[in-house]
């Protein structure tokens, strides 16, 4: 059965929450003709103008009745006028009205802000870009918000976070839907990574643990350019001419972690990178100071849940 697939648009809407998963559902449809049905609705219908300026053209809302049906995809999209958006109630009326006959309910960015705020995501687990994650608990606190994620499906209930990673949502509805293997060959015509998993951080560790300024921010950045040495506590208080109590303390005072914590993290995240791009096990254990691949594996699936070899490219 054909999927109606239903993207909410309003004035300043992010292009590419759009834009990219639209071209991964129309590569599907080369790949197994009639799969999906795309449409753009808005309030008014007509042109929508997105932050960028660029408009698509829509359908109103009343027009697109007849597409709330079984096995539809209701789908918010992100934006600088996701405040505006969020609070109107017409918009949120009409989301709480279609999503009643949806298949699926499906944020990218910020369009998590819509759904929440039609009090349709009350006790699920979701996603958004991790820069509005803290409005975004401050807002809905009744939704459980898992913020360094690349997407989360929770039930009937998809969400992601920034803009390409609507291209790794619509990957996993893909593969969901007609099989990894043409999800797989969808992310090969579009020369992406099949498939980020959901668990992938959606931030650079060494941004959140340096604050991009924080007292501490070159000496991580040594961490990260020698991640093959030891780095031991009594190494790192040397470099920060510290004694190692007194290192070890201001730094967790500092980063909110342990200095062993932190170099654990940088490592798992330099490790993901060389995995994705193709690099061996073995040598990759090795070039990011692990002992051995074993103990590579378990920092992986204690820190992301997963094992090394999930971040392979497919």
């Known amino acids: 059965m054909q999927k109606i697939l239903l993207f909410v648009l309003y004035p300043n809407f992010q292009l590419l929450d ?11 449809n080369e790949q197994a003709p009639g799969s999906y049905q795309v449409r753009l609705c808005s309030q008014q219908g007509g042109l929508v103008a997105s932050s960028s300026g660029i408009a698509l053209p829509t359908q109103s809302f009343g ?5 709330a049906q ?7 999209v992100g934006g600088h006028g996701i405040n505006a958006a969020s609070e109107d109630p017409v918009i949120l009326e009409f989301l709480r009205t279609r999503a009643v006959q949806a298949e699926r309910l499906a944020s990218i960015c910020s369009g998590a802000f819509l759904f929440a705020a039609a009090g349709l995501l009350d006790g699920k687990t979701v996603t958004t870009h991790w820069k509005r994650s803290n409005d975004f ?3 809905f606190p009744g939704v459980q918000l898992e913020a360094d994620r690349i997407y989360v499906n929770d039930g009937r209930v998809w969400s992601s976070a920034g803009i390409t990673a609507g291209i790794d949502l619509a990957l996993a509805l893909i593969a969901t839907d007609l099989g990894e293997q043409i999800a797989r060959q969808v992310a090969r ?8 998993p959901g668990g992938q951080s959606q931030y650079s560790a060494l941004l959140e643990l340096s604050g991009g300024q924080g007292r501490f921010a070159e000496l991580l950045d040594y961490i990260r350019s020698h991640l093959d040495q030891p780095l031991s506590v009594e190494d790192l208080a040397a470099r920060a001419c510290m004694s190692p109590r007194h290192f070890a303390r201001s730094f967790t005072a500092e980063t909110g972690t342990s200095p062993a914590r932190a170099v654990e993290r940088l490592r798992v995240e330099a490790a993901a990178s060389e995995l994705e791009n193709g690099g061996a ?3 990759t254990a ?6 051995n691949p ?13 094992p090394p070899s999930a971040l392979r490219r497919g």
Do not use: D, I, K
């Open 63 to 67: 027009a697109t009745e007849t597409l």
């Open 137 to 139: 608990r401050r807002r």
């Open 286 to 291: 090795r070039h990011c100071g692990f002992t």
């Open 189 to 196: 015509q579009l020369v992406v990574y099949y498939r980020r």
């Open 70 to 76: 079984a096995g539809s995809t209701l789908l918010t």
């Open 294 to 306: 074993e103990t590579m594996r378990r920092a992986f699936l204690r820190l992301r849940g997963m």
């Open 281 to 283: 096990v073995q040598t």
């Open 18 to 28: 759009v834009a990219g998963p639209v071209a991964a559902f129309e590569a599907a």
